[in-house]
């Protein structure tokens, strides 16, 4: 792998950190070996992550640790981003990091092969993809089984490299990139196998970790919101199309379980992680509205070279910056001095916080006491 030099360089990295691990660790210490005078960013998911689950640890403790393993700076992803399908996350994510100034995006593959990646990118974004895509949902597979289908139509082996999910984010922000317009460098390295956020999620629970975060205490707090919606509001939430919606307020009013919820609303066109982003969002009141694009800019950790990033990419004063030439994006540091734009932000810690497993953490109110982490 070539060594590339190049000064005042920020490098994003858009990622749950879920929890931290070695692998992440692997990833900045290459990146910062090919770009040694770059800062590098990390645009995180908040309380709530993809899968449509709380995180294991609270989005600050995991910013910090996120500064130990060598990140400069770490940017909040907005909860209704980081409850999207991939393609909204990957947008999303790069559009945050245009923002912030970065010009590569590193991230890791399974195949860590970036031509293969773009290959699938290019073909993904055909005319003649989306013809078959269109065609296999018509006989009624799901947009994921429909999507390989058609991309094993078209390159044959080549398609194997979506059916990987870290591969499939790749190809995604490759496409968000050129969507967007961005002149973006990738850099790519190969999975370690061996390394999963899921076995370290497993060693943490079993270790009966008390700050841990418990999903099924969230059980109650957000099947008692899903029985007072009708029908008309689950068609509101985004995600609900596709029957999503009806299905849910059928089910919600006897499901004891967000799981068995999850599982009453599943049919074999909808993936288990679209349909608990769903009732999450459903909790949160999620619209299709609140999806269109970031709106700022917010800061939960940040060392000496981070916060030069910041001034660089926009003045920050009183904790809310003016939008600046560079990104048109607030940048906001103190989040008591953001409340309309934190609102949403605000209601999903207040959630989260009562998944915990310790009473004394289950608090509200806190996402407006709770200062960026600047060593």
Known sequence: MSKIKRKNHIIAVICELNPPHAGHANLVAQTRHAYPDGAVVAIMSPNFVQRGEPAIFAKHARAAA??????????????????????????????????????T??????????????RAADALNSEECEARTRAELALGASYARARQAALDAILGDGADVLRSPNNLLGIEYIRAAARIGAEFGFFVI???AGVSATAERAKIRESGDAIAMLPENLDVAVLS????????????????????AERAARYAPAAASIDELAQS?????????????????????????????PQYLRVLAANATGREVLRTAAPVGDGLSVPSPNNA??????????????????????LYNLGQGDVALRKGGTEWRTSPIMP
């Open 225 to 244: 919101r899903l029985r007072t919606m009708s029908v008309d509001d689950f068609a509101q939430i985004v995600g609900g199309d596709d029957g999503v």
């Open 105 to 118: 995006l590193a991230f890791g593959a399974e195949c860590g092969d970036l031509d293969a990646l773009k």
């Open 66 to 103: 996120a500064l130990d393993i060598g990140f400069d700076l770490v940017i909040e992803l907005p909860m209704q981003f980081a409850l999207s399908s991939a393609e909204g996350f990957a947008r999303a994510g790069l559009a945050l990091a245009v923002a912030i100034g970065a010009n």
């Open 329 to 350: 994006l607030p940048v906001i540091t103190k989040p008591a001095a953001a409340r309309d734009l934190l609102a949403l932000e605000a209601a999903a810690t207040d």
């Open 265 to 293: 609303i599943k049919t074999k066109r909808h993936t288990m992680s679209r349909v608990k982003r769903f009732i999450l969002a459903s909790a949160l009141g999620i619209t299709r509205d609140d999806a269109a694009a």
């Open 190 to 192: 190969r999975r370690e």
